[in-house]
């Protein structure tokens, strides 16, 4: 429904309501009428069909509080509708206020839909609206990752054209409001039976106005393809798959309208010694078979290259992880993950005669002693 609708339309009539009527006068109305004119309980009359639409139309408006004022403001400007008094007569029978010509105004002024802070009418512009949110990929090193590091993004997406400035207009041409939607930007569309949706305007796109030249680079679309790289922050302890939002970064806005946001999905190259296991990293550190027997103490390697001694305890199992704390992954709080190292217990493949001597010479000395007897016990 177009905006010059509502100075030929009696709202208010439709619902028949006084126009000082509040919102539970009118919702009362509405359901009552379209009760009565529903096309479920009228099969095949057309003319409540058509009072069913009439009512919702109306219930539309005057029961959004913004949309009933500026009806309320479009009919004081209009008082009659169009053409009520006599070709070349004034407009609301105030003489002198012709559309268009010398001493009137531009009628697209008047259903431009906005109004300024005094109630009168003011130029229509193209809607400021929101660049679109732009999303990319970027592939670090596992130690990148770790200590943060800032990368270089090239991105390729829709932007303001250069030529109108995202207008969509001949520069040099004027913008006036668009005849099919009245400038509200929204058709509307009947599904039948009653029903109707509203859809994006097919003339002006949603942008409230047209020109009547359009921008001979972009067709009046308003858009054009850009290319920019831009330097991004990649935070220390960034993750494997994390989404990083870079406010602002994202598709410039048309009309003064503010940038969208720019999504970077991280992906984490995968480290031929450690691992992660949230803000821990993680490390498989081969140890012989005397060393955890016996006990010993060990050089660990660390990811910022500076090894820390760990003591082995006599006795220590394959699989045990030991952790070293505060030299894991950056957490929050300024605080750091720490380092679990697991020990991986190392049985030799060749023997030489001296070392199977004292393997046999170890095997001959615990010979009472059965490892699995445990398990025995246990499954009984």
């Given at each position: 429904m177009s905006q010059?609708?509502?100075?030929?339309?009696?709202?208010?009539?439709?619902?028949?309501?006084?126009?000082?009527?509040?919102?539970?006068?009118?919702?009362?109305?509405?359901?009552?009428?379209?009760?009565?004119?529903?096309?479920d309980s009228n099969p095949g009359n057309a003319a409540?069909?058509?009072?069913?639409?009439?009512?919702?139309?109306?219930?539309?408006?005057?029961?959004?509080?913004?949309?009933?004022?500026?009806?309320?403001?479009?009919?004081?400007?209009?008082?009659?509708?169009?053409?009520?008094?006599g070709p070349g007569g004034g407009f609301g029978g105030q003489p002198g206020a012709h559309?268009?010509?010398?001493?009137?105004?531009?009628?697209?002024?008047?259903?431009?839909?906005?109004?300024?802070?005094?109630?009168?009418?003011?130029?229509?512009?193209?809607?400021?609206?929101?660049?679109?949110?732009?999303?990319?990929?970027?592939?670090?090193?596992?130690?990148?990752?770790?200590?943060?590091t800032t990368i270089s993004l090239r991105l390729s997406a829709d932007s303001a054209c250069e030529t109108c400035r995202g207008t969509g207009g001949k520069p040099g041409t004027k913008p006036h409001v668009c005849p099919t939607c009245g400038g509200a930007g929204m058709v509307v569309n009947s599904m039948g039976g009653g029903f109707a949706m509203n859809e994006t305007c097919p003339e002006c796109h949603g942008h409230q106005v047209v020109y009547s030249e359009s921008c001979p680079t972009c067709r009046g679309s308003g858009r054009g393809r850009s290319s920019r790289t831009l330097q991004a922050r990649i935070p220390a302890g960034v993750k494997d798959g994390q989404r990083i939002r870079l406010k602002g970064k994202g598709a410039p806005g048309e009309s003064g309208g503010p940038a969208g946001?720019?999504?970077?999905?991280?992906?984490?190259?995968?480290?031929?010694?450690?691992?992660?296991?949230?803000?821990?990293?993680?490390?498989?550190?081969?140890?012989?078979?005397?060393?955890?027997?016996?006990?010993?103490?060990?050089?660990?390697?660390?990811?910022?290259?500076?090894?820390?001694?760990?003591?082995i305890a006599p006795g220590t199992p394959t699989g045990r992880v030991l952790r070293v704390r505060g030299r894991g992954a950056p957490a929050k709080a300024d605080a750091r993950g720490d380092l679990l190292v697991t020990v991986e217990v190392q049985v030799p493949t060749e023997l030489d005669d001296a070392t199977r001597a004292a393997v046999e010479a170890y095997r001959d000395a615990t010979a009472g002693t059965d490892p699995r007897a445990h398990l025995a016990e246990r499954s009984s």
């Open positions: 010059a609708d509502w100075v030929n339309k009696d709202f208010y009539k439709v619902l028949g309501v006084q126009k000082d009527a509040d919102a539970a006068a009118i919702k009362k109305a509405y359901r009552k009428l379209a009760r009565e004119n529903h096309p409540a069909e058509a009072r069913f639409k009439d009512v919702a139309e109306a219930n539309d408006v005057l029961s959004d509080a913004g949309k009933r004022k500026e009806y309320d403001e479009l009919r004081a400007y209009g008082g009659a509708p169009f053409g009520a008094n559309f268009g010509g010398a001493g009137g105004f531009d009628l697209s002024d008047l259903f431009g839909g906005m109004f300024n802070s005094g109630g009168g009418p003011q130029r229509a512009q193209r809607r400021a609206t929101r660049g679109a949110d732009l999303e990319t990929e970027a592939s670090i090193s596992f130690t990148d990752a770790i200590d943060g946001d720019l999504f970077v999905n991280v992906r984490v190259a995968a480290h031929p010694l450690f691992g992660r296991k949230g803000d821990h990293l993680t490390i498989t550190v081969p140890v012989s078979f005397d060393e955890a027997a016996l006990g010993a103490e060990i050089g660990v390697p660390t990811l910022d290259g500076a090894p820390v001694t760990l003591r």
